[in-house]
Every structure is written in structure tokens, then in C-alpha cells.
């Protein structure tokens, strides 16, 4: 069974400070997919990033970058500089790879991520 | 337009009706989800689908049905609404099984009083 755990239920933070959101996933799959999706007041879910279990490189897309270490079975998400528009709900998601029938999301609780002026 | 669009946008229904929400794709992906979201669960899934005429449970089937006659459709029917089938209901569709991650739709918040 896959499990994924956000243990931040909430953050609160003023704009300008670095936020770290942690995302622990549990997996016996050797093929694995980890995502990250935000989810702004307005509701939608947006895709944020792919891992994929063989590629531990860390990623950095402008203020936004991605830790993933397979020895602690995370996949944790740094925003740099937070603005208010980073304000959401943040959501970690794992997929395991399942040869001829689909790979399911199995989605973290969420963090709410508040960035304050 | 292009994309996943769920109708309605938000719903209102009385326990025992039954009520369909829609989901069309314009991609002519293979798979579609259907998951919902409640506050400390995040999203689960409900039901999905490999192609037309395909579908198979996800981890919170019960009370809900749905079909996929044609690969741009794929409408979930509760068949007697219950409080607590009351959340936001989020559709997907994936070009590939899934492995690079979904497409959503806007969502359906649906109440049942």
C-alpha cells in the first residue's frame, strides 16, 4: 500500500521568508512517481512538478526548488523568497508504476501555506 | 475549448437523490479519474477508467457509479445522495496510465442537506 504524509497541516509565514514544505511518502514499488500540486483559493489543482524514483537530482524552477532523498523516503518542497500569491494548499502526491492498467495517485492532506505581508 | 471541463461548478442535492456530475475531455486521453476532496483526507480516489467501456474502483467506490460509453466522457452518478458524500469532486484525465501525472478539472462542490 502507498502512503503519503504531509505532517504540516498549516504555515504561516511573511513575505520575503523561505518555506520549506516536507512530504514523507511509504512505497514497496522500486518504480515510483512522486508529484507535488498546488492548489490556489480559486480551487483548481495545479501540476507543479515529476520525480521519478531513479532520479534523486534536486530541481530548481525559479523560487520553487525540490529535495528528494530515497534514503529518507521524501520529497520535500522549498519556496524561496514566498510571496502572497504563494498563498495555497499545497499537495504531495505518489504514483506507483503498474505495467498494463493505471498508475493512481495517492495524495498527501495538504499543507496550507499562508504568506503574509 | 480545449482541456477538462466538470459541470456543474456547484451543486446542491437532498439525501436519497440521485445526482450525475460530468466530466468531458477534449484530448481524447485514455484515462480518467475521478477523486474526491475532503478536509483532512486530501484527495482519494473514487473511481477511473483505461479507456471506453473500462472502469475499475479506486479506494472510496462505494455509493457511486459510473460509465464511459465514448473516451471523452466520463460522468459520476450518486444513486442516492448522502450527507456525507458531500466534498469537491475533481475529475482527471492522463494521456499516458498516469505516470506523468493528470490533468484536473475546475472541480464540483457538491452539498447534500
Known amino acids: 500500500a502507498q502512503k503519503v504524509t504531509q505532517a504540516q497541516t498549516e504555515i504561516s509565514v511573511v513575505e520575503k521568508e523561505d518555506v520549506t514544505l516536507d512530504c514523507v511518502y511509504e512505497?514497496?514499488?522500486?518504480?515510483?512517481?512522486l508529484f507535488w500540486y498546488k492548489q490556489p483559493p480559486s480551487g483548481e489543482l495545479v501540476f507543479l512538478i515529476r520525480?521519478?524514483?531513479?532520479?534523486?537530482q534536486n530541481e530548481i524552477s525559479g523560487r520553487y526548488s525540490w529535495n528528494f532523498q530515497k534514503s529518507t523516503s521524501s520529497f520535500n518542497f522549498t519556496i524561496t523568497a514566498s510571496q502572497v500569491v504563494d498563498s495555497a494548499v499545497y499537495f504531495c502526491?505518489?504514483?506507483?508504476?503498474?505495467?498494463?492498467?493505471?498508475?493512481?495517485?495517492?495524495f498527501g492532506t495538504g499543507t496550507r501555506l499562508q504568506v503574509t505581508l | 475549448d480545449a482541456g477538462i471541463t466538470q459541470s456543474p461548478r456547484y451543486k446542491i442535492t437532498e439525501t436519497g437523490r440521485q445526482v450525475t456530475l460530468m466530466c468531458h475531455q477534449t484530448w481524447s486521453h485514455s484515462y480518467m479519474f475521478w477523486y474526491r476532496q475532503d478536509l483532512g483526507h486530501g484527495l482519494r480516489l473514487i473511481y477511473y477508467s483505461a479507456a471506453a467501456d473500462i472502469t475499475d474502483k479506486g479506494e472510496v467506490p462505494d455509493g457511486y457509479v459510473v460509465s464511459r460509453s465514448k473516451t471523452e466522457n466520463f460522468p459520476l452518478t450518486l444513486e442516492s445522495a448522502t450527507r456525507s458524500q458531500t466534498s469537491v469532486y475533481f475529475c482527471?484525465?492522463?494521456?499516458?496510465?498516469?505516470?506523468?501525472?493528470?490533468?484536473f478539472g475546475s472541480g464540483t462542490r457538491l452539498t447534500v442537506v
Open positions: 520525480r521519478n524514483s531513479f532520479d534523486e
Open positions: 502526491a505518489l504514483s506507483a508504476y503498474s505495467p498494463g492498467t493505471a498508475s493512481k495517485l495517492t
Open positions: 512505497t514497496r514499488d522500486t518504480t515510483y512517481y
Open positions: 482527471a484525465s492522463s494521456q499516458d496510465r498516469g505516470n506523468y501525472g493528470y490533468t
